[in-house]
């Protein structure tokens, strides 16, 4: 199972892009990565999904090299409003099923006025 | 509008009381899941379900206990055998399109 690692924290001001890293270099050939977004006493929300080169949504896109080994998750122009844990998951669909997806320590992202 | 619906939100017990924390979902999604986080932390797999009359123990099953008789309905018993029950309790469930996951809003129980 994939291992995934994330910086702590960051800190953006509004109005810049936010890239955060997910590392994940024992990536499986049917593994998928899949951005999380959690709010303080919230459930995390589904961002972004992608498994090779670029996904883009209305909220963020999403940069896998063609190694996979890592991925890097873009929020432009960030507001006040974005500040929140990220989380980097990496499973394939049986895995995932399995409960076997499993979140890290994520990454806080504070954005300043 | 479909969704998980977690209740309560907010949960007190006492020491050597079970408490019951229910979830529901109108997703129609069959995988359901209960997950621990405690204060900076990620999330801890607790149990899941992938289908209607079966449940798997997840990571850090000890203590707690949950039934699965109907598609919708996935309720988490934290029992007097879990001894730092003071969390914030997530449930998911499973979207098959995307296998991405779809939280509830939460319950913090806290033992007092």
């Known amino acids: 199972l994939a291992k995934t690692t994330q910086p702590i924290s960051m800190d953006s001001y509004e109005g810049q892009e936010v890239n955060i890293t997910c590392s994940h270099n024992?990536?499986?050939?049917?593994?998928?990565i899949t951005w999380y977004q959690q709010f303080p006493s919230q459930g995390p929300r589904f961002i972004i999904q992608g498994y090779k080169t670029k996904v883009t949504n209305e909220v963020a896109s999403l940069f896998i090299p063609a190694d996979r080994k890592s991925s890097t998750l873009s929020l432009p122009r960030v507001s006040l409003s974005d500040t929140a844990v990220y989380y980097c998951?990496?499973?394939?669909?049986?895995?995932?099923?399995?409960?076997?997806?499993?979140f890290g320590d994520g990454t806080t992202l504070t954005v300043k006025p | 509008d479909g969704g998980i619906t977690q209740s309560p939100k907010y949960l007190f017990r006492k020491e050597g009381q079970n408490v019951t924390l229910s979830c529901e979902q109108n997703l129609n999604h069959d995988a359901m899941y209960w997950y621990r986080q405690d204060p900076g932390q990620g999330l801890r797999l607790i149990y899941y379900?992938?289908?209607?009359?079966?449940?798997q123990k997840g990571d850090i099953a000890e203590g707690y206990s949950v039934s699965r008789e109907k598609k919708e309905s996935f309720p988490l018993t934290v029992t007097s055998a879990q001894k730092n029950p003071t969390a914030f309790y997530l449930c998911?469930?499973?979207?098959?399109?995307?296998?991405?996951?779809?939280f509830g809003s939460g319950t913090r129980l806290t033992v007092v």
């Open positions: 379900s992938q289908i209607v009359n079966d449940f």
């Open positions: 998951l990496v499973g394939d669909p049986v895995n995932t099923n399995a409960g076997k997806s499993t």
């Open positions: 024992n990536i499986a050939t049917n593994d998928y």
């Open positions: 998911a469930s499973l979207r098959p399109t995307d296998y991405g996951y779809t």
